[in-house]
T-cell receptor, first 114, second 113 residues
Framework: AQSVTQPDIHITVSEGASLELRCNYSYGATPYLFWYVQSPGQGLQLLLKYFSGDTLVQGIKGFEAEFKRSQSSFNLRKPSVHWSDAAEYFCAVRGGSNDYKLSFGAGTTVTVRA | ETGVTQTPRHLVMGMTNKKSLKCEQHLGHNAMYWYKQSAKKPLELMFVYNFKEQTENNSVPSRFSPECPNSSHLFLHLHTLQPEDSALYLC????????????FGPGTRLLVL
């Protein structure tokens, strides 16, 4: 079964600074990978996903993520954060096109200081 | 705009109460999911329905009873819960069971006293 690790529980970043959130997965083949964001009191919103092809994927709100097979990683990045990016971020993995089960990491809380 | 609504948004109940959580999706999807989100733990998949048929029960205790009367509505009936059941319960839907994107509702924050 697949699993996801998000090593950072909490990250604080200054507004305008860059942000990188780490995600490592465990799966035998190439998984389907996702990043979701959860703002306070809200459900999860999909930021971006990777299935195949170009290993650098672009998402909404200026986020991007890079799939590195050799490192089993799918790190999320944003060049310049805005105060509205303060939220909890979840990395998730699915086993492939016929697997509907999403396995989530424990999440990383991002605080943005002025 | 997720198109998935959940009611109530907050619920406090005693251990002997019976209550129900409701989820409704306005997206025309055919698959619906219940997740449990506990503090500092990964989201746990509880139940999955596909075209109103239950396809997954992830070893959930019987005090949680799901119901899916049609593809647009999903309920979670709660009975004799324990304090450790306090959590955020999230509903999600997708066009097909293995559709890549699951759309989530805002969740119901449940507190069991």
């Amino acid at each position: 079964a697949q699993s996801v690790t998000q090593p950072d529980i909490h990250i604080t970043v200054s507004e305008g600074a860059s942000l990188e959130l780490r995600c490592n997965y465990s799966y035998g083949a190439t998984p389907y990978l996702f990043w979701y964001v959860q703002s306070p009191g809200q459900g999860l919103q999909l930021l971006l996903k990777y299935f195949s092809g170009d290993t650098l994927v672009q998402g909404i709100k200026g986020f991007e993520a890079e799939f590195k097979r050799s490192q089993s990683s799918f790190n999320l990045r944003k060049p310049s954060v805005h105060w509205s990016d303060a939220a909890e971020y979840f990395c998730a993995v699915r086993g492939g096109s016929n697997d509907y089960k999403l396995s989530f990491g424990a999440g990383t809380t991002v605080t943005v200081r002025a | 705009e997720t198109g998935v609504t959940q009611t109530p948004r907050h619920l406090v109940m005693g251990m002997t109460n019976k209550k129900s959580l409701k989820c409704e999706q306005h997206l025309g999807h055919n698959a619906m999911y219940w997740y449990k989100q506990s503090a500092k733990k990964p989201l746990e998949l509880m139940f999955v329905y596909n075209f109103k048929e239950q396809t997954e029960n992830n070893s959930v205790p019987s005090r949680f009873s799901p119901e899916c009367p049609n593809s647009s509505h999903l309920f979670l009936h709660l009975h004799t819960l324990q304090p450790e059941d306090s959590a955020l319960y999230l509903c999600a839907s997708s066009q097909r069971l293995a559709e890549e994107t699951q759309y989530f509702g805002p969740g119901t924050r449940l507190l069991v006293l």
